[in-house]
């Protein structure tokens, strides 16, 4: 066999062979077995703060406190994203943003892999260590 020929089939069987594996993000957002509004509600607490910076100090805190290593931090778009290694690689991205004129929203993302999570467990665990922190922080505790 020639050698284009030979290159070019090995190419072709190589895309044919890659593209299987392909994953189409419109199929993983439809694919979701809980409505969007549960799975949000479950993603999102609002704060009565307007403290945009304490709360992403205390965001990136309570990451590190349930052993998640920080990947990114923005202050200006009010994301973290994080990473959790602990046999499993789990990643979350918490966003804050403003809602109305006296409260914050903050949305937390989880992912296995490419797999959002649906399970609430991460997401309360999330949240419950959060308001803790809040709660410490604001009665000026240690």
């Known amino acids: ?4 020929l030979f290159r070019t089939l090995v ?4 895309a044919l062979l890659f593209s299987g594996c392909q994953t189409d993000s419109r199929e ?3 694919s979701t ?3 969007q509004v549960a799975l949000r509600s479950m993603q999102s607490r609002a704060f009565d703060t307007r403290d945009t910076k304490k709360m992403l100090r205390t965001v990136i805190a309570t990451l590190q406190d349930l052993s998640f290593v920080i990947d990114k931090a923005d202050g200006t778009l ?4 994080a990473t959790k290694l602990d046999g499993y690689s789990m990643r979350m991205t918490v966003s804050v943003r403003d809602r109305g004129k006296s409260q914050l929203i903050v949305r937390a993302s989880a992912q296995y892999n490419i797999t959002a999570i649906e399970d609430p467990q991460p997401y309360q665990q999330f949240f419950t260590a959060l308001e803790k922190a809040l709660f410490l922080t604001a009665h000026e505790v240690d």
Do not use: D
């Open 1 to 4: 066999m020639k050698k284009p």
């Open 33 to 35: 077995s809980q409505s």
């Open 78 to 81: 009010g994301t973290v994203s």
């Open 11 to 14: 190419l072709a069987f190589t």
């Open 28 to 30: 993983q957002a439809l």
